[in-house]
């Protein structure tokens, strides 16, 4: 959980979802709407990659929620009908 402030100059309570993070004081983060079932009181969530707040490393599995970028090396193979040259 993290004390935000926002533009508004209003203070909440966020939740800050996944393993390990790089937030300090006074970093930019972007929080949603939506709180965690299991915290009553708590009805934002900071999302995971973008501004300050990086995603989690070494993430495959929802990757999306957590803000990681597919791999390389697990990225689909285009056809040779539809390469670009």
Known sequence: MCKVSLVNKKNVVAHIPGIGH???KH?????GGVGCKDLP??????VRGVYDFSG????????????????????????RKFRQI
């Open 41 to 46: 009181g708590i009805n934002y969530t900071c």
């Open 22 to 24: 790089n937030l300090r």
């Open 27 to 31: 970093s930019e983060v972007l929080i």
């Open 56 to 79: 989690v490393l070494n993430k495959l599995h929802r990757r999306s929620i957590y803000g990681v970028k597919l791999p390389d090396n697990l990225k689909k193979k285009l056809r």
